[in-house]
């Protein structure tokens, strides 16, 4: 491998020895007493002494939980707080088995610095005093050259928020995560450009009454939105119509009346077609659309050719069932959700895509309804007292002059671009830091990561596994995991709005620290003191707490408090004056903002480029018992699954000679090989030009002593991006796989 400034680093280098606890001890530790079937137990139970709360940080659902500890004080079981709406009580497998996080003895465990010796790069074991008083000297010696702007913040998960109030204090609003342009920044763009307002997370779906559930490429059961799984099983229950569009059978379609097995890439036309019969048959809410929508006329002209027949020969669904479902959707209106998906980063047209499914739900009267899309409300927590933050003379827009107007949030790859210097870019950003965000694994085009980062003055990455960012840190500091540290309270909007208490059940093993001491002895090295003037985050949420009338103390015993609404419009569009946030004060079907912007007001289908012959379309997504990359060395989880595989259609397989559970090397357009081979499974659910893979595996770092080398990743395959003109996402399905059949030995990439 080229030499380079900033190696990736194994972080075994370091040499301490970390597998003190054998695996079956840790199992024993870990055995949960079967409390949903997923971990059974020959052990006697032990004594379950103390139970503390907390809410679930293996993704970013995060449901309120209890953490379990026996007369040891060793954790033994986490299980949902029954007063949550985000779970009901129940967790996902990966929220009971998040203790495997808290066991896994790869954890990083002291600050590590990257240090050159005999002409190779490696990391030393540091004190905090020393790791905190390096990155200080950097930032502060940054600040000085190159202005504070220069530094960017990336991060995912609770601790985002303490180290955004940092970063934002230095003088940058440089904040950004992949979970925006790779994830659900279209839809957030193309529903603001409809109803002014954004779908939020957890998303404001009614499925708990809805009658009619239309997923376009949304796989809940895989893809595991806790409550939203329970809510769709209850409408089920119910007697609601499930239609799923998918060109995989997922768990979703499997409990679906409809399955639309859609050619690849061609949803657009899809919903126009809907959008078509809706209108044309006079099936829509008129007096809602009467009453609250602009550019019925313009739409309906617009879609006056895109017949079902049309889409037909685009998408491959037959006309009548086309209609069929549209009738379906109709029927149950306003009780209809057609569900606007999470990660629609897709082909580059999605917040288009996402403008298209916001009609139809407007069309269908949904959108502050029940059963459609209800009105959300939240805790409006006071911030604890500090100053002001300074205004940054620059921001990362600079580096994108007239671009991203309908953006209010900050492009990951926008920040990575402009880390890459370019004499013609108004600004560059010069360091990095990174919190809870494997940004190898989560931006497509690695190369150009890596680039940026190779330019980087400086990239300080705090995380709690080794992972492929952390290779690349020059200062790594450790987290301890959510189970032994306080948060800030999770405030998030739903139903009725509710505060959920994070605090620790163990102390921090290892030399590992919370985000918040981070943050705050961060900030007394960079003289920001005044804006961390609490003690400890026992008094900062204390104070937060009694503001709205609750205290740290009762936090403490329930966990979870529920408030009234302020206002009585969960359901608010039912005939009542509304003036919605466009420029109309409409709901705009036709939108005067993207027509001010120089965009189509109206969604237009456009033509995605196919597979090569050989080639195969690289269709991505998740598996009940993983989060991204984040849990594929999680001893409990890689209990449930150690490996993806990659899903090929019998008749592919039949060409290719390809026999279930053979490894191969996968191949895409660009000719990039994936690191590590990956096993073959033949099944009909997925369509004959596409194959499919769960997304988080393929890790390269040797000391991930479960992962390493198990599967292959899906984002080393991503080369090719189809860049959002409107916001800038980066659409990551237009990527080809072809079989490498001979598994001679390759280059070993770490
Ligand atoms: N190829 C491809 N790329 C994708 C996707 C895909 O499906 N395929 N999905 C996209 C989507 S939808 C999203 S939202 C993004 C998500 O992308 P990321 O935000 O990068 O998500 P994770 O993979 O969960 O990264 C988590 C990192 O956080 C660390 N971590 C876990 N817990 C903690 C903690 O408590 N503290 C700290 N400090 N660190 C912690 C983990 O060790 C890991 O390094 O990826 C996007 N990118
Ligand atoms: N277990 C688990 N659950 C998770 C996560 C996790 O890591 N693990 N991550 C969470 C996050 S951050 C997100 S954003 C969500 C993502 O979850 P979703 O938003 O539900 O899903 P996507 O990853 O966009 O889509 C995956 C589905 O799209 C289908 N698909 C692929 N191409 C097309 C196409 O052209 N048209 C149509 N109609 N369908 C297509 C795939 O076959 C697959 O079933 O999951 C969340 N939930
Ligand atoms: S959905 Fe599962 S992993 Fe996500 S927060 Fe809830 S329990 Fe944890
Ligand atoms: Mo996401």
Redesign the pocket.
């Known amino acids: 491998m080229k030499k380079t400034r900033r190696d990736f680093i194994k972080i075994s280098a370091v040499g301490s020895g970390g597998l003190a606890l054998g695996l079956s001890t840790i199992k024993i530790a870990n055995a949960s007493d079967g409390e949903n079937g997923l971990f059974k137990s020959s052990h006697a139970r032990p004594v379950l002494q103390n139970r503390y709360p907390t809410y679930c940080e293996v993704?970013?659902w995060k449901c309120a939980a209890w953490t379990y500890t026996d007369d040891n004080g060793e954790i033994v079981k986490i299980i949902g707080n029954d007063e949550d709406p985000h779970c009901e009580g129940r967790l996902c497998p990966?929220g009971t088995g998040g203790v495997g996080m808290y066991h896994d003895e790869d954890r990083l465990k002291k600050p590590l610095i990257r240090v050159e010796k005999d002409g190779k790069q490696e990391f030393r074991e540091a004190s905090w005093e020393e790791a905190l008083d390096l990155v200080a000297g950097k930032l502060n010696k940054l600040k000085e050259e190159h202005g504070a702007e220069s530094l960017a913040l990336f991060s995912h998960g609770s601790g985002g928020k303490m180290m955004s109030h940092l970063v934002k204090a230095f003088g940058t609003t440089s904040i950004a995560a992949p979970?925006f342009a790779q994830?659900?920044g279209p839809r957030e763009v193309g529903f603001a450009a409809t109803f002014g307002e954004t779908v939020l997370s957890p998303e404001r779906t009614d499925i708990r009454d809805t009658r009619c559930l239309v997923l376009?490429?949304?796989?809940?059961g895989?893809?595991?939105?806790n409550g939203q799984v329970q809510e769709m099983s209850d409408a089920i229950d119910k007697g609601a119509t499930i239609i799923t569009?998918?060109?995989?059978f997922?768990t979703a379609a499997s409990k679906s009346q409809y399955w639309l097995p859609?050619k690849?890439?061609t949803?657009m036309a899809l919903l126009l077609a809907w959008i078509h019969v809706i209108i044309y048959e006079g099936l829509y809410d008129k007096d809602y659309i009467e009453k609250y929508a602009y550019g019925l006329d313009q739409l309906k002209q617009h879609v006056k050719n895109m017949t079902p027949e049309w889409a037909y020969g685009i998408t491959t669904i037959e006309p009548d069932v086309i209609r069929k479902t549209a009738h379906e959707m109709a029927a149950a209106s306003p009780a209809v959700i057609i569900h606007p998906?999470?990660?629609?980063t897709?082909y580059g047209d999605d917040t288009q895509r996402s403008r298209a499914i916001a009609i139809l739900n407007a069309l269908l009267g949904s959108w502050g309804r029940r059963g459609g899309f209800y009105n959300p409300e939240k805790v409006n927590l006071p911030d604890y007292p500090s100053p002001g933050y300074p205004k940054p003379k620059r921001t990362w827009k600079d580096a994108f002059p007239g671009q991203y107007k309908l953006v209010d949030e900050v492009l990951s790859t926008g920040i990575c671009y402009s880390s890459i210097p370019n004499p013609d870019m108004e600004f560059n950003i010069k360091a990095w830091m990174v919190y809870g965000t494997n940004l190898l694994a989560s931006l497509p085009e690695q190369e150009k990561t890596i680039e940026a980062i190779q330019n980087l003055d400086f990239l300080v990455v705090i995380d709690t596994m080794p992972m492929e960012i952390t290779g690349y840190a020059d200062v790594i500091l450790p987290e301890c995991t959510y189970l032994e540290r306080y948060d800030i309270l999770r405030a998030s909007p739903h139903r009725e709005p509710y505060l959920a208490l994070r605090m620790p059940a163990v102390k921090p093993k290892y030399d590992s620290k919370p985000n918040w001491w981070i943050a705050k002895e961060l900030g007394s090295r960079l003289g920001l003191e005044d804006y961390f003037k609490w003690e400890n985050i026992e008094e900062y949420l204390d104070w937060q707490l009694k503001k709205v009338g609750s205290s740290l103390e009762e936090m403490k015993k329930i966990g979870i408090k529920k408030f009234p609404r302020e206002y009585e419009d969960l359901y608010a569009l039912n005939g009542e004056d509304f003036e919605f946030n466009t420029n109309t004060g409409k709901i705009e079907l036709y939108s005067t903002e993207l027509a001010s912007e120089g965009f189509d007001p109206l969604p237009k289908y456009t033509h995605h480029r196919e597979p090569d012959p050989g080639y195969y379309r690289l269709?991505y997504?998740?598996?009940?018992m993983?989060?991204?990359s984040r849990t594929a060395n999680n001893p409990n989880l890689t209990d449930l699954m150690d490996e993806n595989n990659v899903w090929v259609n019998p008749k592919v397989a039949s060409i290719w000679g390809l026999k279930n559970d053979q490894y191969v090397y996968l191949k895409n357009q660009d000719g990039v090989v994936t690191s590590f081979p990956v096993k073959i499974r033949i099944t009909e659910r997925i369509r004959w030009d596409s194959v499919?893979m769960v997304h988080?595996f393929g890790h390269a770092d040797k000391k991930l002593t479960r992962a390493y080398g198990k599967g292959a990743s899906d984002s080393e395959m991503i080369t090719n991006v189809k860049i959002d003109p409107v916001m800038g996402g980066t659409g990551m399905?237009e990527n080809f796989v072809t079989f490498i059949t001979e598994l001679e030995k390759k280059e070993d990439r770490s």
């Not at 376009?216 to 809940?220: A, E, R, T």
């Open positions: 993704c970013f990966r979970s994830c659900r376009i490429g949304s796989h809940i895989e893809n595991m939105h569009v998918d060109p995989r997922s859609i690849p890439a949803d998906g999470r990660h629609v897709w269709n997504g998740r598996a009940p993983h989060t991204f499919y988080g399905r």
